[in-house]
């Protein structure tokens, strides 16, 4: 299995400029979610999915789009990049076990925005 | 609302030294979930522990234990003779079963760093 995987690792952007990040997972898992870390507040979540076809926001959701069309993909938009969207962004796919939900993290894509 | 706190943002120890992270959480529901993740130099965030609030028992693997009081809403992590390799941002985080566990809420982060 490769887990989760997250392209691009890296990807410079103009202020406006919009771009799709990719996030799939080869584990069947039902739940997936975006976070951006910046530096001294730790992860925080934009969007997350509980199953295909269903989406709903985290703590941070403005200037950012998702969907989720199939269960392996889990694409985050940005529609008009701005310099606050500076960040790491990581994708997590996680399933439930007896009640227990643990997150499975993808490697994060570095995202400057100019 | 639901919050996380880890009030060290940057440890230094030398090698061997014991060392313990200090994590205080809030949150208004009865049934929650607390997590530890390291996160090393090379970036990616690796599962440590995964602690339901009905379960209070203390866990320890190999150098690590951790200690989870619900009385003072605190899940403590201690590395025991600590190594190089441990060098790492640590994040505690919290969660509901609402939304199906999705809604994580991370602490801020405590560097440590060990020194030879």
């Known amino acids: 299995n490769a887990g989760v995987t997250q392209t691009p690792k890296f990807q410079v952007l103009k202020t406006g400029q919009s771009m799709t990040l990719q996030c799939a997972q080869d584990?069947?898992?039902?739940?997936m979610s975006w976070y951006r870390q910046d530096p001294g507040m730790g992860l925080r979540l934009i969007h997350y999915?509980?199953?295909?076809?269903?989406?709903d926001q985290g703590e941070v959701p403005n200037g950012y789009n998702v969907s989720r069309s199939t269960t392996e993909d889990f694409p985050l938009r940005l529609l008009s990049a701005a310099p606050s969207q500076t960040s790491v962004y990581f994708c997590?796919?996680?399933?439930?076990?007896?009640?227990?939900?643990?997150?499975?993290f993808g490697p994060g894509t570095r995202l400057t925005v100019t | 609302a639901q919050k996380v706190t880890q009030a060290q943002t940057e440890i230094s120890v030398v090698e061997k030294e014991d060392v313990t992270l200090d994590c205080v959480y809030e949150?208004?529901?009865?049934?929650?979930?607390l997590f530890w993740y390291k996160q090393p130099p090379s970036g990616e965030l690796v599962f440590l522990i995964r602690?339901?609030?009905?379960?209070?028992q203390n866990e320890i693997s190999g150098r690590y234990s951790w200690n989870f009081q619900k009385s003072t809403s605190s899940f403590n992590f201690t590395i025991t003779a600590s190594q190089v390799v441990d060098s790492a941002v640590y994040f505690c985080?919290?969660?509901?079963?609402?939304?199906?566990?999705?809604?994580?809420?991370f602490g801020p982060g405590t560097r440590l760093s060990v020194l030879p």
């Open positions: 985080a919290l969660s509901d079963p609402d939304n199906y566990g999705q809604n994580f809420v």
């Open positions: 999915s509980v199953g295909a076809g269903i989406t």
């Open positions: 602690r339901n609030s009905f379960d209070e």
């Open positions: 949150t208004r529901d009865t049934t929650y979930y």
């Open positions: 584990m069947n898992h039902e739940y």
């Open positions: 997590a796919s996680s399933y439930e076990a007896g009640g227990n939900y643990e997150q499975y």
